[in-house]
């Protein structure tokens, strides 16, 4: 029968922070562009940690740390995952094309594709847009590909922490599928 754990033991099976900064990280690397919300991008921040991403890029007006707001949902992760804050998300494609990192957009397109049927490779780039408009016109034209995730009902999209989570972890499994020592 199942025992839940208690915290120590929770506590005791994950790594202290000098660790993972030694430990490997998956070619994933995340961005969050124009996001408005404070609690969001430290959410942002906690489950890039919880995947260990390579990178977590902040573009336009994404609050970056130190911010307490940030940090209370962040709790600590803003430690634990390699970010950079630039100001133009022309910059960005500019540095990701110069390291041949395909761009991904998570937006509803012409040519979006379910995210679970997309062909993942790896490194790759996947963006974030802001809880209002989305992912930028610009970026979403220059972007290699976009994916969505279905919405069944009356709303057409979910909170972008939200849907961060459920799109990084499928994401991360493709990874790990085919390279379980991760």
């Known amino acids: 029968m199942n025992r839940k754990l208690s915290y120590p033991e929770i506590y005791a099976r994950q790594p202290r922070l000098s660790q993972v900064k030694t430990l490997s990280r998956l070619p994933i690397i995340t961005w969050a562009e124009n996001i408005r919300s404070l609690h969001n991008v430290g959410s942002i921040f906690r489950t890039s940690d919880a995947v260990r991403v390579r990178e977590l890029i902040l573009s336009g007006f994404t609050p970056y740390?130190?911010?307490?707001?940030?940090?209370?949902?962040?709790?600590?992760?803003?430690?634990?995952?390699p970010w950079s804050y630039f100001e133009t998300g022309q910059?960005?494609?500019?540095?990701?094309r110069q390291q041949k990192i395909p761009v991904v957009v998570l937006e509803h397109t012409t040519d979006s594709i379910r995210y679970t049927d997309f062909d993942w490779k790896f490194p790759v780039c996947l963006v974030l847009g802001n809880e209002v408009d989305g992912v930028s016109a610009e970026v979403v034209?220059?972007?290699?590909?976009?994916?969505?995730i279905p919405m069944l009902g009356m709303k057409q999209s979910l909170n972008v922490s939200v849907a961060y989570g459920i799109l990084i972890y499928h994401v991360a499994m493709r990874w790990l599928d085919n390279h379980p020592q991760t």
């Open 141 to 148: 034209e220059q972007a290699d590909f976009a994916v969505e």
């Open 65 to 81: 740390p130190p911010r307490p707001e940030i940090e209370k949902t962040a709790l600590g992760a803003t430690d634990s995952v």
């Open 91 to 96: 910059t960005v494609l500019d540095r990701l």
